[in-house]
C-alpha cells in the first residue's frame, strides 16, 4: 500500500484487535495491560508469518520507518536487511521502555510518562510530576521485563 507517493512502501501488520486483549477499564474498573503482555510472542509469530512481511525480504529498501507500538520482533528483519530504521510514535505512553530497547535514554524532567498524568510546557515538570513519572517508568519497566521472560 504505497498512498500514491513515489519511492514510498507502507505495509500495515494486523494480527489482533488490541482491544479484545487489554482489560475493558469500564467492565473491570481498571486498565491493564498485562494480557497484552502474555500475547506478545504469538502477535509476533503472527506478523512474522504474514506473506507480505516475507515478501519484503526480498526487496530492497535505504530506510524503514515502523511504528513503535509492538514492532519489535519486526526488528529482526530490518537487521537481516541491515538497513537503518526509525521508530516513529504519536504516543509517549511506554516511552521509557521504548527507549530501552532502541538505547536511547528517557528523561523524566521533560518527557513525562502519561501513566503520571502529567503534560510538560515550556517551564518543565515540577517535582512531583518527575517523581510520579519516575514511579510510573519503573512499573512499565517492571511490566515490561515480567512480559519478555
Not at 4 to 17: A, K, L, Q, S
Not at 44 to 54: S, V
Not at 55 to 70: A, M, P, T, Y
Not at 93 to 106: C, D, I, Q, R, V
Request: overall charge negative; hydrophobic content about 45%.
Amino acid at each position: 500500500m504505497s498512498r500514491g507517493v513515489p519511492g514510498i512502501r507502507e505495509v500495515i501488520v494486523n494480527v489482533t484487535d488490541l482491544a479484545s486483549v487489554i482489560l475493558d477499564p469500564f467492565k473491570y474498573g481498571r486498565f491493564s495491560t498485562y494480557p497484552l503482555v502474555d500475547r506478545w510472542a504469538p502477535l509476533c509469530l503472527e506478523a512474522m508469518e504474514q506473506k507480505e512481511i516475507q515478501d519484503l525480504r526480498k526487496e530492497q529498501f535505504d530506510i524503514v520507518i515502523l511504528s513503535i507500538v509492538h514492532s519489535e520482533c519486526l526488528l529482526a528483519i530490518v537487521h537481516e536487511m541491515k538497513i537503518p530504521y526509525i521508530w516513529a510514535t504519536v504516543s509517549g505512553f511506554m516511552a521509557n521502555m521504548h527507549s530501552e530497547l532502541a538505547g536511547s535514554p528517557h528523561f523524566q524532567s521533560f518527557s513525562p510518562n502519561l501513566l503520571s498524568g502529567a503534560v510538560a510546557d515550556s517551564k518543565g515538570l515540577p517535582f512531583y510530576h518527575r517523581f510520579v513519572g519516575a514511579l510510573a517508568d519503573l512499573y512499565t519497566m517492571h511490566v515490561f521485563h515480567i512480559g519478555v521472560k
